[in-house]
């Protein structure tokens, strides 16, 4: 079936330094690339997200790339706080627009240390 | 504005036993969903309504039934719970398709 590999799992970093997430999809169909951030306890919550006929999007901090042709989007945090520690999953919708249905990653644990 | 509200938060069962957990949003949305999120597996779709009036199975939709009640509330329902089912279940809401999701607080889930 289709799926979503999210790498690394875990990452720590310090504070000021940046942070990036991989993600790789297999649906050639998807066309909409969601970022959640999950606090200790919490939901998830979008940060960031992008559509297929965009390559990059920036929000502050926050920049989110995609490569169609590979497969790829990743998540790139600039200037880590420790507010930025935290649980992120990417996520790529099911082709065809089914329901808004979205397959996500493993989920990578971000710690950055102050 | 409450949002995605979720009830109860914690629940311990006995094999066998059932429940129903209960999701309501109030930002007039019309589509719903129920993940469970399990160590290392990210958020797996268990069941989703698009619209007001239909349900779809997701990933992962054994052992499980919801009910989308009207607009507001879409409820999931564990007939006969097994261990394999211990998790945190998540509901979330979008306006409609491919859309920002709004996920509830979360229900953790024991099945001893």
């Known amino acids: ?114 | 504005n409450a949002g995605v509200t979720q009830t109860p938060k914690f629940q311990v069962l006995k094999t066998g036993q059932s429940m129903t957990l209960q999701c309501a949003q109030d930002m007039n949305h019309n589509s719903m969903y129920w993940y469970r999120q399990d160590p290392g597996m990210g958020l797996r779709l268990i069941y989703y309504s698009a619209s007001e009036g239909t349900t779809d199975k997701g990933e992962v939709p054994n052992g499980y039934n919801v009910s989308r009640l009207n607009k507001r509330e879409f409820s999931l329902r564990l007939e006969s719970a097994a261990p394999s089912q211990t998790s945190v279940y998540f509901c979330a809401s979008t306006r409609r398709g491919l859309e920002t999701q709004y996920f509830g607080p979360g229900t953790r889930l024991l099945v001893l």
């Open chain 1, 1 to 114: 079936g289709e799926n979503v590999e999210q790498h690394p799992s875990t990452l720590s970093v310090q504070e000021g330094d940046s942070a990036v997430i991989k993600c790789t999809y297999s649906d050639s169909a998807s066309n909409y690339f969601p970022w959640y951030k999950q606090e200790l306890g919490k939901g998830p919550q979008l940060i960031i997200d992008i559509r297929s006929n965009v390559g990059e999007k920036k929000d502050q901090r926050i920049a989110v790339t995609l490569n169609k042709t590979a497969k790829h989007f990743s998540l790139h945090i600039t200037e880590t706080q420790p507010e930025d520690s935290a649980v992120y999953f990417c996520a790529a919708s099911r082709g065809n627009n089914q329901g808004g249905k979205l397959i996500f990653g493993q989920g990578t644990e971000l710690s950055v240390k102050p």
